[in-house]
């Protein structure tokens, strides 16, 4: 017993190194959030086919087959780590068992299991091997873990045991990630008690199949990690005095836009009478292609909306600007795009979709909250394509704002 205990935990050892050194091959690694106690708890049942034998193997059924079920509340420690107390009953109904064949014989007594009550301890291992990442769905761990065993017979009340189990499991993320359904297979060792080491006997192999709801996190951990997440924490009390700052820039920016229109024109202009053989028309199309890619910065308002990590509502401490962008657009009849960028945490595909959902959210805000003409506004997302310095920089997590022409 002892030999199959150690093995299993040089496995898991072994293991562990493994995910430790690939994780730092990852340069940009996504980061696991620091949620609190009150965040990730689940809650589950399971429907268990077991068999329970003495002596044997694995697959000696002994004709001690059995149906049961279990409870159970868990805990997401980590990306690679989760517990769980469980309360089960492997023997529920005992329709398949032999009577004269019991799982246990103790001093002429025929025993059966009764009744667990245990803490499980979930790795999961292609988690731990490629690292955090928010998008995947299925997860293929170990289990392992100690408990009580309620022994009974048809004489007595039965007796208490302890008991060791392991196992394999194999999980899928279902219905946005909230619900899960799994299947285990396992097999625990019981001793009696007060003399464990010596009177280790019977085994119960299960194999179970559940569901598991993720409540997910506390609205306070959400918030807590939208705040971490900001690369600057700036002061939006006085943001109604600078209004009238913004709208001079914005007068400013339509000027240039009138300077930046007429050498478009004149350009154009020109390429109409040089020759198509010289090779200058081609020249003059380039700049003038030019000029138009840097409209989005010519015209970009002087600030963003920032988002925490993985989100795309804006935060309350967020919604000054958004006001402040409302009134820009009533003392204006220009259009506008809204364009969402991410940083580099997620897939590309992923983080495409995440910047046009932070777009299309912003442009609800402004339509349904201060009525402004949803005809006027535009929506899309550059996902991770494009970045301000570093693309770790939490700045790029934001949506922003451009005046587009007529």
Same mark, same amino acid.
């Given at each position: 017993?002892?030999?199959?205990?150690?093995?299993?935990?040089?496995?898991?050892?072994?293991?562990?190194?493994?995910?430790?050194?690939?994780?730092?091959?990852?340069?940009?690694?996504? &980061?696991?959030?620091?949620?609190? !106690?009150?965040?990730?708890?689940?809650?589950?049942? @399971?429907?268990?086919?077991?068999?329970?034998?003495?002596?044997?193997?694995?697959?000696?059924? +002994?004709?001690?087959?059995?149906?049961?079920?279990?409870?159970? &509340? $868990?805990?997401e420690?980590n990306?690679?780590?989760?517990?769980?107390?469980?309360?089960?009953?492997?023997?529920?109904?005992k329709?398949?068992?032999?009577?004269?064949?019991?799982?246990?014989?103790?001093?002429?007594?025929?025993?059966?299991?009764?009744?667990?009550?245990?803490?499980?301890?979930?790795?999961?291992?292609?988690?731990?091997?490629?690292?955090?990442?928010?998008d995947?769905?299925?997860?293929?761990?170990?289990?392992?873990?100690?408990?009580?065993? !309620?022994? +009974?017979?048809?004489?007595?009340?039965?007796?208490?045991?302890?008991?060791?189990?392991?196992?394999?499991?194999?999980?899928?993320? &279902?219905?946005?990630?909230? *619900?899960?359904? !799994?299947?285990?297979?396992?097999? #625990?060792?019981?001793?009696?008690?007060?003399?464990?080491?010596?009177?280790?006997?019977?085994?119960?192999?299960?194999? *179970?199949?559940?569901?598991?709801?993720?409540f997910?996190?506390?609205?306070? #951990?959400?918030?807590?990690?939208?705040?971490?997440?900001?690369? @600057?924490?700036?002061?939006?009390?006085?943001?109604?005095?600078?209004?009238?700052?913004? +709208?001079?820039d914005?007068?400013?920016?339509?000027?240039?836009?009138?300077?930046?229109?007429? =050498?478009?024109?004149?350009?154009?202009?020109?390429? =109409?009478?040089?020759?198509?053989?010289?090779?200058?028309?081609?020249?003059?199309?380039?700049?003038? $292609?030019?000029?138009?890619?840097?409209? #989005?910065? !010519?015209?970009?308002?002087?600030?963003?909306?920032?988002?925490?990590?993985?989100?795309?509502?804006?935060?309350?401490?967020q919604?000054?600007?958004?006001?402040?962008?409302?009134?820009?657009?009533?003392?204006?009849?220009?259009?506008?795009?809204?364009?969402?960028?991410?940083?580099?945490?997620?897939?590309?595909?992923?983080?495409? =979709?995440?910047?046009?959902k932070?777009?299309e959210?912003?442009?609800?805000?402004? &339509?349904?909250?201060?009525?402004?003409?949803?005809?006027?506004?535009? @929506?899309?997302?550059?996902?991770? @394509?494009?970045?301000?310095?570093?693309?770790?920089?939490?700045?790029?997590?934001?949506? *922003?704002?451009?005046?587009?022409?007529?």
């Amino acid at each position: 017993m002892f030999k199959k205990l150690f093995k299993v935990g040089l496995l898991a050892g072994v293991m562990m190194f493994a995910c430790n050194a690939n994780a730092q091959d990852l340069k940009y690694a996504p &980061v696991y959030p620091q949620y609190g !106690f009150w965040s990730n708890w689940s809650i589950g049942g @399971t429907l268990i086919y077991s068999w329970e034998y003495e002596h044997g193997g694995i697959l000696d059924w +002994r004709e001690g087959s059995n149906i049961g079920a279990s409870l159970f &509340v $868990e805990k997401e420690l980590n990306h690679v780590w989760a517990a769980r107390l469980i309360a089960q009953t492997p023997g529920l109904w005992k329709g398949f068992q032999n009577v004269n064949q019991p799982a246990y014989d103790r001093d002429g007594i025929c025993y059966d299991r009764y009744g667990k009550l245990g803490v499980d301890f979930k790795l999961s291992i292609n988690n731990a091997i490629k690292g955090y990442d928010p998008d995947r769905k299925g997860s293929f761990y170990l289990i392992l873990g100690p408990g009580f065993a !309620f022994q +009974r017979d048809d004489i007595n009340a039965g007796f208490i045991s302890m008991y060791f189990q392991a196992g394999l499991g194999l999980s899928k993320k &279902v219905c946005n990630d909230k *619900s899960t359904i !799994f299947i285990e297979l396992t097999d #625990d060792v019981v001793a009696d008690i007060p003399n464990p080491i010596h009177q280790w006997h019977d085994m119960t192999g299960m194999l *179970s199949i559940g569901y598991m709801y993720n409540f997910g996190p506390t609205e306070a #951990d959400l918030e807590l990690i939208a705040a971490r997440a900001l690369l @600057t924490q700036e002061n939006f009390d006085a943001l109604n005095n600078e209004i009238d700052g913004l +709208r001079k820039d914005l007068k400013d920016s339509k000027a240039n836009e009138a300077r930046l229109m007429d =050498k478009i024109k004149a350009l154009e202009a020109n390429q =109409k009478v040089v020759k198509a053989d010289d090779g200058t028309a081609d020249s003059l199309r380039k700049v003038i $292609e030019g000029y138009e890619k840097d409209k #989005d910065n !010519f015209y970009a308002m002087p600030f963003s909306i920032l988002y925490g990590v993985d989100q795309y509502t804006v935060s309350a401490d967020q919604m000054n600007k958004v006001k402040a962008i409302a009134q820009i657009m009533k003392d204006c009849d220009n259009d506008f795009e809204i364009i969402g960028y991410c940083d580099y945490s997620g897939s590309d595909e992923y983080n495409q =979709k995440l910047s046009e959902k932070r777009a299309e959210n912003v442009k609800k805000l402004l &339509v349904n909250k201060y009525g402004i003409d949803g005809d006027r506004l535009k @929506t899309s997302g550059k996902g991770k @394509t494009l970045h301000f310095g570093d693309i770790k920089n939490a700045v790029n997590r934001r949506v *922003s704002f451009y005046r587009t022409n007529k």
